[in-house]
């Protein structure tokens, strides 16, 4: 006789994924609704002087014209290393290509840059969860360089206007900076930490 708690079982695991998958999506309609108000980056309404400060000239910004970093793709590599299987691609992918039609950058371009580089971190979830976080950090920022490097490089192959390098070079590192607070929240507002190398759920599922 089949018993009732492997259909109950089955239910439950995927209300789960559905509400991640939800919280997901509006947190990253949050952000993206942040990026589309004409509020700047950090630090506006402050100038800064070429003659004063030649760096700001020699990399071409300004504050008043700093990019914020990516939150959103911190939200999505962190959610992905920690549980996987609450993040599917496809949702990450669709999400990320309705951001760049949103934002008019290169339609696909990002989002498929992003969704490479989640996958060959989620193909390595097992491996990183022996690690501390320190090894976890210098993965994501290695990945994190390569994937900036990757989009201005074909967005320069293609000779479609970008934003100058510095300002890029701003982002990149005000994205890594954020990754750990992205972490942060997500493992004590959230619930989502890295799971022990075997551990299972309250289903008995593998983690």
Same mark, same amino acid.
């Given at each position: 006789?089949?018993?009732?708690?492997?259909?109950?079982?089955?239910?439950?695991?995927?209300?789960?994924?559905?509400?991640?998958?939800?919280? *997901?999506? #509006?947190?990253?309609?949050?952000?993206?609704?942040?990026?589309?108000?004409?509020?700047?980056?950090? #630090? /506006?309404?402050?100038?800064?002087?070429?003659?004063?400060?030649?760096?700001?000239?020699?990399?071409?910004?300004?504050? &008043?014209? $700093?990019?914020?970093?990516?939150?959103?793709?911190?939200?999505?590599?962190?959610?992905?290393?920690?549980?996987?299987?609450?993040?599917? /691609?496809?949702?990450?992918? #669709?999400?990320? *290509?309705?951001?760049?039609?949103?934002?008019?950058?290169?339609?696909? !371009?990002?989002?498929?840059?992003?969704?490479? #580089?989640?996958?060959?971190? &989620?193909?390595?979830?097992?491996?990183? &969860?022996?690690?501390?976080?320190?090894?976890?950090? !210098?993965?994501?920022?290695?990945?994190?360089?390569?994937?900036?490097?990757?989009? &201005?490089?074909?967005? /320069?192959?293609?000779?479609?206007?970008?934003?100058?390098?510095? $300002?890029?070079?701003?982002?990149?590192?005000?994205?890594?900076?954020?990754?750990?607070?992205?972490?942060?929240?997500?493992?004590?507002?959230?619930?989502?930490?890295?799971?022990?190398?075997?551990?299972?759920?309250?289903?008995?599922?593998?983690?």
């Amino acid at each position: 006789m089949r018993s009732p708690r492997g259909p109950a079982m089955v239910d439950r695991r995927r209300t789960q994924r559905l509400v991640y998958v939800a919280l *997901f999506l #509006g947190l990253a309609a949050l952000i993206t609704f942040q990026r589309l108000l004409p509020i700047g980056g950090y #630090g /506006a309404g402050i100038s800064v002087d070429p003659a004063q400060d030649p760096a700001s000239e020699l990399l071409g910004l300004s504050l &008043r014209d $700093l990019p914020p970093p990516d939150v959103l793709l911190c939200l999505a590599i962190a959610w992905v290393v920690r549980r996987p299987d609450l993040l599917p /691609a496809p949702v990450i992918a #669709g999400y990320f *290509f309705f951001e760049d039609m949103l934002l008019m950058r290169p339609p696909g !371009l990002w989002a498929l840059i992003v969704l490479l #580089g989640v996958e060959y971190l &989620r193909n390595r979830t097992d491996r990183l &969860r022996g690690y501390g976080f320190a090894i976890e950090y !210098l993965n994501v920022a290695l990945l994190m360089l390569v994937m900036f490097a990757a989009n &201005r490089a074909v967005i /320069a192959i293609v000779m479609v206007p970008q934003e100058p390098l510095g $300002l890029s070079l701003v982002q990149l590192l005000g994205t890594i900076l954020a990754y750990p607070g992205v972490v942060l929240v997500s493992h004590f507002l959230f619930g989502l930490r890295k799971p022990a190398t075997g551990e299972v759920d309250s289903l008995g599922q593998k983690l």
